[in-house]
Structures are given as C-alpha cells and as structure tokens.
C-alpha cells in the first residue's frame, strides 16, 4: 500500500502537522527537522496527495500557455522555457495551439478547459487592437506578443522596433547600403512584422538611406518555406542588395539557403542577419548573425508574474508592462565591421 502522511510523521518522530509544513515548504521549520521528514518521504516513497491539497487551496496546480503554432521553433523554445521555470516553481503547464486563429483564441479565453488550470500566458496572432475587450477575463492572466496593448492587462514582450533598428543599424555599419526585408505583413503596423519593418525604416532614415520598396519582401506565415519564396521573388524581379533582413530566423534561414543554391556568397555577397536567436541559428552553415531578443527571459518573466498574480491579485498590484532586454548575436553570416 502507498505511504500516508502518519506513516511519514511517525517514521520521522514528528507530528502530521510538522510534515505538511515540510512539504508545503513552510520557512519556519527547523532544518533538523526537515531533514528528518525529508530522510522519511525519502525511504518511504510517499507522494503528496496533490488532488486533496489543491481541494483545499482551491488551486489546481497548473497553469495554462496558448501559443500561435509548435510548428515554430520560436514557439516550440518559448513553450520549452515556460515548462521549464514553471517546473522550478513546482508547477505544471498545459499547452494550447491556436493555430493563430482570431476565432479559436477568442474561444480559448472562455473555454472550460481553463477551469482547469490557476491562469494563462497568451500569446495571441489572430486577434488585434479592436479585441482588447476580449482580455477582460476573470482570471490571472498575462499577454504575450505584440498584436494587442492594453494597459489594464499584464504584458511581457520584446522591443520590437528597437531590436529591429539595431539589426539594420549593425548591417549598415559592416558597410551595407542596400538592405532587403524578408518576412513583412501587408499593412500591418502593430504585431511583429510591421514593428520590426518600423525599426528598420527608421534605421535606414537614421544613416540617410532611402527605402528602396523593391526590397521589401512580404510573406503570410514565418517559415523556412516562405523565406525561401521570398528570396526567389527577389533574385526573379532582378532586386539588387548586399544585405538581407530576416524579420524572423526561420526567414532569414530559407532565404540563406536560396542564396546559396543560386551562387551568391553568404556574407561576402550578401550578409544576413535574422531575429529571434533560435537554436538552430547557432548550427547553420554559416552560423546566422541575428537578434537576441530575451526569449528566456521573457519566459520567466511571464511565469513569475502569473504566479505572482495568483498567490495574491491584491498584492500583485497594478497591470505592469515588462519589456526585455536585447543583443545582437553576432555570427558568420553577417560579421562585424
């Protein structure tokens, strides 16, 4: 039969109230004395009855994340480090996939599997600006991404548009003039593409470089597949450039491999820089140059504040907007001046 809580108590020459405080973790305890407990758990493999505890702090124990697509490397590394601080807390996740479906993230923030679980992180795609009033829910969440601001609504998220200036800014002291734009959204001003197109433009106006539009490519979805296309329209229409931004990685590594089939040399024909430092960007061949933008971090931050808000939403206080750090990784693909 499973170990009970008596028998952990009277292996250890405790009381049952002093184990509960040991499990719970409660400060007070004396280490001699957790030690003992912890030596008893230990010999006995005895489990906490965690359906019973969560009964009766009316939590469950886990917390939810919904992102866009796993199909990402972004979203599969940013899922990864969620999972990850949320274990360090003790605490387990529950991942959801919208696909980046407005209507599918709209139904997610009043689904019933959120009962489930103490609160959510969201990084939304499909919906906007005009469904902020959708974030009015009545359980501790926190936003993600950067296609709705609300200042009523925690938000941890990157410096789109200063990361963005910067990697243009870093091509064009390496001596690059003619920059080409991989990844840009018909349109768009708020969300990640029109942030990072922003940056760029800015960067380019910065140095006294006037913004070619045949350079800029536009895309639908971030993968490898439309990087790739992307670069191919570029090379057809004859577009003339010694620098391409990838307004993602997975971008900027389609469009790589594209160059380097047609003959171009990476980087001493074309240097190339993407956004998001993934894994992989440190594997390719050449190694990506891109943007560090605290993916980690953000992570973290988004788990730590969420907890926060749901051990006490009254001393969790006010709404708060964290923005990460960021750095440019630099790499072989685009090498310094």
Same mark, same amino acid.
């Given at each position: 039969m499973a170990a009970t809580l008596h028998d952990v108590a009277r292996l250890a020459g405790v009381s049952i109230k002093t184990v509960s405080n040991v499990i719970n973790d409660y400060p007070h305890v004396?280490?001699?004395?957790?030690?003992?407990?912890?030596?008893?758990i230990g010999e006995?493999?005895?489990?906490?009855?965690?359906?019973?505890?969560n009964l009766r702090?009316?939590?469950t124990g886990a917390i939810a994340l919904a992102v866009p697509d796993l199909a990402l490397s972004y979203f599969a590394e940013l899922a990864a480090h969620v999972i990850a601080e949320a274990e360090r807390a003790g605490v387990v996740v529950l991942v959801e996939q919208t696909d980046g479906d407005r209507d599918r993230e709209l139904e997610l923030l009043q689904s019933p599997r959120l009962k489930l679980t103490d609160g959510l992180i969201f990084s939304a795609l499909g919906m906007g600006q005009e469904d902020a009033a959708a974030l009015a829910v009545d359980y501790p969440l926190v936003l993600l991404g950067e296609r709705i601001f609300d200042p009523s609504v925690d938000h941890v998220t990157m410096r789109n548009v200063d990361a963005a200036r910067a990697a243009t800014e870093y091509l064009i002291a390496s001596g690059r003039r003619r920059i080409a734009v991989v990844g840009a959204h018909e349109g768009e001003v708020i969300g990640s593409a029109g942030l990072r197109l922003r940056g760029h433009l800015e960067a380019l106006e910065g140095a006294g470089i006037r913004p070619d539009p045949q350079l800029i490519a536009h895309t639908t979805l971030w993968h490898r597949a439309n990087g790739a296309n992307a670069m191919r329209e570029l090379l057809d229409r004859g577009a003339e450039f010694d620098a391409v931004f990838g307004l993602n990685d997975t971008l900027a590594l389609g469009a790589m491999r594209v160059l380097q089939v047609a003959g171009i040399r990476v980087p001493e024909d074309v240097a190339v820089i993407g956004f998001d430092d993934l894994d992989e960007a440190e594997y390719s061949i050449p190694s990506l140059t891109t943007v560090d933008p605290g993916q980690k971090w953000i992570a973290a931050a988004a788990v730590?504040?969420?907890?926060?808000?749901?051990?006490?939403?009254?001393? *969790?206080? &006010?709404?708060q907007l964290q923005l990460a750090d960021f750095r440019i990784a630099q790499?072989?693909? *685009?090498? &310094?001046a």
């Open positions: 004396r280490p001699a004395t957790r030690e003992k407990v912890q030596a008893a006995l493999g005895y489990t906490p009855n965690l359906t019973a505890r702090s009316g939590r730590r504040r969420l907890l926060q808000k749901i051990a006490d939403p009254i001393a *969790a206080g &006010a709404p790499r072989e693909s *685009a090498p &310094a």
